[in-house]
């Protein structure tokens, strides 16, 4: 209904911005990402947005990148997720860093997010994984820095966890990473991994 709100930021905090378009303020909704990144006070400003419709409210979501915002409709097709959980999800981790975490079936990055329990996790990857992949095409740079931002694991999991949610075989990527040299660092392993994976497609 509501596709974007383009105007001048007055009011910024930790849960919502509002926008001034023609006289009227939008109040949005944000996760802290997008709080972060949206500007200072008074710039020209656009957000990508979501119309919530209940009963008792109208709420509208905004967000910084239309990557953002399809991560978000996402999360809210997940059993139990409604748009609270999703906005508390996207403000713990960015799109790239989402989807790298299912990926890994990385739930302990997911219930980093206020309110998200490991049964809740468990679904989200449960139910995303093979949609959030493609999420990260494209952005290859940051799935690099996302991998070793949110996995505690080997140099070589990493590595084979942002290959996958590249849009890699996990047992490809598993083999590709598993002839490396073990020395070498995430960054360096998936490098090397797309080259070679690459040339197989």
């Not at 109208?58 to 990148?65: A, I, Q, R, V």
């Not at 915002?69 to 713990?92: N, Q």
């Not at 989402?98 to 739930?107: E, K, M, Q, R």
Request: some cysteine; charged content about 20%.
């Amino acid at each position: 209904m509501i596709y974007n709100v383009r105007g001048k930021l007055t009011y910024i905090d930790a849960q919502f911005s509002v926008i001034e378009c023609g006289g009227v303020g939008f109040k949005c909704f944000t996760s802290l990402n997008t709080s972060k990144s949206v500007g200072k006070i008074g710039d020209e400003v656009n957000l990508f947005t979501y119309l919530s419709v209940r009963e008792d409210a109208m709420d509208l979501f905004g967000f910084s990148t239309q990557t953002e915002l399809d991560s978000f409709k996402l999360l809210i097709t997940v059993s139990g997720v409604g748009p609270k959980a999703a906005m508390a999800v996207l403000s713990e981790l960015t799109p790239d860093r989402l989807a790298v975490a299912i990926a890994a079936a990385d739930t302990k990055a997911i219930t980093k997010a206020n309110g998200i329990g490991k049964k809740t996790a468990e679904r989200i990857v449960l139910e995303l994984k093979d949609k959030m992949v493609n999420m990260s095409t494209g952005e290859v740079s940051s799935a690099v820095v996302s991998a070793g931002s949110i996995t505690e694991e080997s140099a070589a999991s990493e590595a084979v966890a942002a290959l996958v949610a590249l849009g890699f075989g996990q047992s490809d990527a598993a083999v590709a990473v598993g002839q490396m040299d073990k020395s070498l660092s995430a960054d360096e392993m998936i490098r090397l991994g797309l080259k070679q994976l690459s040339r197989n497609l």
